[in-house]
């Protein structure tokens, strides 16, 4: 019979990675940045178990947003029509950190993700003491013919 091993977080080493986001579609990376912090490209993936993995988003002013990007917001319902209201356009910080917030599905912890993506406009982070490694760029263009970051 085959039992099904369980890995404890707390047994986990915390691994942090940062990510360049010049010249990165909104998109992509934020497909990337989920798919990674659910957990899926370790072998012992499991939907309830979650992953010690921190991403540190650096230079998110250099990502590429499409100028015409509508962001509607939902604010309190009242007359039908007059309860949402679109922005155009807004910071990139905000823009990245809602994308992975919404590419992840509501089974998964949502809340934990606030803590485990670090989104900074410049280039400076404060987490080198975390010694992070730093993710390359081909990495996440060929984000779908190689599904793991485990080699890192």
């Known amino acids: 019979m085959t039992k099904t091993t369980f890995i404890n977080p707390n047994e986990q080493s915390p691994r942090w990675f940062v990510i360049d986001c010049e010249g990165h579609s909104l998109g992509r990376l934020a497909s990337f940045i989920a798919n990674f912090i659910r957990g899926k490209d ?3 993936y499991f939907p309830g178990n979650k992953k010690n993995v921190t991403f540190i988003l650096v230079n998110t002013g250099a990502l590429k947003i499409n100028p015409s990007t509508v ?3 939902v ?3 009242g007359r039908p029509g007059s309860c949402l209201k679109t922005k155009i356009g807004g910071q990139p910080t905000d823009m ?3 994308a992975c917030y919404n590419m992840i599905p509501s089974s998964f912890s949502k809340s934990d993700l606030r803590k485990r ?3 900074y ?3 400076y982070h404060p987490h080198q003491a975390q010694s992070p490694i730093k993710i ?3 990495l996440i263009k ?3 013919k190689r599904n793991s970051i485990s080699d890192l």
């Open 121 to 123: 406009k410049g280039s």
């Open 42 to 44: 370790e072998a012992s």
């Open 96 to 98: 990245i950190r809602n």
């Open 117 to 119: 993506l670090k989104v």
């Open 142 to 144: 060929n984000f779908y």
């Open 136 to 138: 390359p760029t081909e």
């Open 71 to 73: 962001i509607t917001t």
């Open 75 to 77: 604010h309190v319902p």
